[in-house]
């Protein structure tokens, strides 16, 4: 899997300029798949040049011109091969577990302190992701819109962002309890 499977998912419901595949990376995807907005432009240029994405350009008055991108055909074969790949397992890079696993090399102060930071992150992601959640489901209860909606990729993703959210909370909490009975441990 790689960041342009990622832009070609993105593309897939209609044409974007590239601050709104951007934004749009930042409000779909983002549980699942990060970029710079650098890495996107080059990534662009790149699936331009390899005829996966066309790009076209709108004039603009009292404005930059900007280019829209949207899949060609070439682009919608790449990423009907996508769901024949099997990918890896995600592998876990969190620098934050890194100072969790020398704990005893550090202070319990700071520690806590960052768990607590991390879980308030967690539960404002939790808060995205649930206007998220409303404005795909539209009204509709979640049975209704799996049953019924035309596109359901987007909440399925959602859904692993918001367990992957709650699952750091619970993880936060125990170590938050377990760090605080060690504190007091080394009180008594």
């Known amino acids: 899997m790689s960041l342009r499977d990622a832009v070609l998912a993105a593309l897939v419901d209609g044409e974007l300029s590239g601050y709104d595949l951007s934004k749009a990376f930042d ?7 990060t970029a710079t907005p650098q890495q996107l432009y080059r990534e662009l240029d790149r699936m331009d040049r390899d005829d996966v994405i066309s790009a076209r350009l709108v004039e603009q008055d009292g404005r930059p011109n900007k280019k829209l991108f949207s899949l060609t055909d070439k682009g919608r074969a790449a990423l009907r091969q996508v769901s024949h790949r099997r990918s890896k397992l995600p592998a876990i890079r969190d620098e ?4 969790v696993h020398a704990l005893e090399a550090g202070d319990l102060e700071p520690m806590t302190g960052a768990i607590r930071e991390r879980m308030q992150l967690s539960r404002d992601k939790l808060a995205r992701y649930d206007r998220m959640a409303h404005r795909l489901l539209d009204g509709r209860t979640e049975t209704d ?14 859904m692993r962002g918001r367990m992957f959210e709650e699952e750091s909370l619970r993880w936060g909490a125990r170590v938050l309890e377990v760090l605080s009975a060690r504190a007091e441990r080394r009180k008594a």
């Not at 934050?96 to 100072?99: R, S, T």
Request: charged share 10%; hydrophobic share 60%; proline share 4%.
């Open 27 to 33: 409000a779909t995807v983002a549980n699942f798949w």
């Open 96 to 99: 934050h577990l890194v100072a």
């Open 145 to 158: 819109f799996l049953a019924t909606a035309d596109r359901i990729g987007p909440y399925l993703t959602l």
